[in-house]
């Protein structure tokens, strides 16, 4: 490993000298050298200096007759995932400030720590962040969600009680909603608009598999 120290940036060379490697494919170990490529990410900043690990990365053979392509690169899990341009320390640290403040707040906020990031990055590595499965829920509010500024959309679920978003479809339709209902016998309340596919999606899902309970009630909201 070497150490280029500059006015505001440390450059690191570093090296892997690890005997082998796994193909994600089939996991098997190869040792197998085919090429070596250069490949440079941002790091988290030290002492005012911008951080700039410069990688020396192999691609190795795989001997799996059964495997296609035949060749791969080796994986620096713990420090930095394929194709990103960022180590894995600096995406915690952008998700840390971003889910602490928002877009904009998080872009002075980074800038004032030395991290130079955008707010669609920051949004972006917080979008990235794996959903946590939704719980029992009572009180259900659904509606539409849109991807694409009205040209695409989706169904959004949140929990009345928590007051949390729960779940995202990345369509819109009365199946897809009253299968989501499906799996939450606990719901009692639905909050709609009045478009008649989430009042198809609510008396199919909430209503059809449950009715003999009696307790659900479909609120229409006034648009």
Same mark, same amino acid.
């Given at each position: 490993?070497?150490?280029?120290?500059?006015?505001?940036? &440390?450059?690191?060379?570093?090296?892997?000298?690890? =005997?082998?490697?796994?193909?994600?494919? !089939?996991? +098997?170990?190869?040792?197998?050298?085919?090429? *070596?490529?250069?490949?440079?990410?941002? @790091?988290? =900043?030290?002492?005012? *200096? #911008?951080? /700039?690990?410069? &990688?020396?990365?192999?691609?190795?053979?795989? /001997?799996?007759?059964?495997? +296609?392509?035949?060749?791969?690169?080796?994986?620096?899990? @713990?420090?930095?995932?394929?194709?990103?341009?960022?180590?894995?320390? %600096?995406?915690?640290?952008?998700?840390?400030?971003?889910?602490?403040?928002?877009?904009? &707040?998080?872009? /002075?906020?980074?800038? *004032?720590?030395?991290?130079?990031?955008?707010?669609?990055? $920051?949004?972006?590595?917080?979008?990235?962040? =794996?959903?946590?499965?939704?719980?029992?829920?009572?009180?259900?509010? $659904?509606? @539409?969600?849109?991807?694409?500024?009205?040209?695409?959309?989706?169904?959004?679920?949140?929990? %009345?009680? &928590?007051?949390?978003?729960?779940?995202? %479809?990345?369509?819109?339709?009365?199946?897809?909603?009253?299968?989501?209902? /499906? #799996? *939450?016998?606990?719901?009692?309340?639905?909050?709609? @608009?009045?478009?008649?596919?989430?009042?198809?999606?609510?008396?199919?899902?909430? %209503?059809?598999?449950?009715?003999?309970?009696?307790?659900?009630?479909?609120? !229409?909201?006034?648009?």
């Amino acid at each position: 490993m070497q150490i280029h120290e500059e006015a505001t940036a &440390l450059t690191i060379s570093v090296t892997s000298t690890r =005997p082998c490697s796994y193909y994600p494919l !089939c996991a +098997q170990a190869s040792s197998s050298v085919h090429s *070596h490529y250069s490949r440079t990410v941002r @790091d988290v =900043p030290c002492e005012g *200096h #911008n951080v /700039r690990p410069h &990688l020396a990365v192999r691609k190795f053979f795989c /001997r799996n007759s059964d495997c +296609q392509p035949k060749v791969f690169t080796e994986r620096l899990h @713990d420090f930095v995932e394929p194709w990103v341009q960022m180590t894995i320390r %600096l995406v915690a640290a952008i998700q840390a400030i971003g889910l602490a403040t928002s877009g904009s &707040l998080g872009v /002075r906020l980074a800038a *004032h720590l030395g991290i130079v990031t955008s707010w669609t990055t $920051i949004l972006r590595r917080i979008m990235a962040l =794996p959903t946590p499965a939704p719980g029992a829920v009572t009180a259900l509010e $659904i509606d @539409d969600f849109s991807f694409k500024r009205g040209r695409k959309f989706g169904t959004i679920f949140v929990d %009345l009680d &928590l007051h949390q978003v729960i779940d995202v %479809l990345a369509e819109h339709s009365s199946q897809s909603s009253a299968d989501w209902m /499906r #799996n *939450h016998p606990e719901i009692t309340y639905v909050s709609r @608009d009045r478009g008649k596919d989430y009042a198809q999606g609510a008396s199919e899902g909430a %209503l059809s598999e449950f009715r003999e309970r009696l307790a659900v009630t479909i609120v !229409c909201k006034v648009c």
